[in-house]
């Protein structure tokens, strides 16, 4: 254990250091490199005093807006009859998982994949593929396509 300092010599310390100032000796810091990095500093997480919005508001792509409407052309019935595929005109903000959802939701039929394309008057065509234990012309019928 090392002596204790005694008291005389303590005051002596805290006398020079009165005086002279702690911090008389600095080092300068070493910089390794030519670019200057901001340092991180404390971030704190927002705690706000009240709720911006005061009710959530609903989905605003739910399946009646997905969908918008079934096609009834000849091309679409024959893609009905040979390849077990549904047309729609969907919305344009609606991607195929949501097409998917949509058909599936509203109604109760399994979809395989779905293709879409934005036609040139700026609304989306959606060939939604049913699977093979569903028949496209039985839904087409149950929705009144036929």
């Known amino acids: 254990m ?3 300092a005694s008291p005389k010599s ?3 310390a805290a006398k020079k250091a ?3 100032g702690v911090h008389g000796k600095s080092v300068r810091k070493v910089r390794t490199s030519a670019h200057f990095h901001l340092p991180k500093t404390l971030r704190l997480s927002r705690k706000p005093k009240y709720a911006r919005k005061s009710v959530p508001h609903l989905p605003r792509m739910d399946q009646y807006r997905v969908v918008r409407n079934p096609l009834n052309t000849e091309t679409a019935m024959k893609k009905i009859e040979e390849h077990n595929t549904l047309t729609f005109i969907v919305d344009v903000k609606a991607n195929k998982h949501q097409i998917k959802d949509a058909v599936k939701r509203l109604y109760d039929v399994e979809a395989l994949k779905v293709n879409t ?6 609304k989306k065509k959606a060939y939604v593929r049913l699977t093979a234990d569903v028949d496209a012309l039985d839904v087409a019928n149950k929705i009144g396509l036929i």
């Open 117 to 122: 394309l934005i036609r040139p008057d700026g």
């Open 18 to 20: 009165a005086l002279k």
């Open 2 to 4: 090392a002596p204790k």
């Open 10 to 12: 303590k005051a002596a």
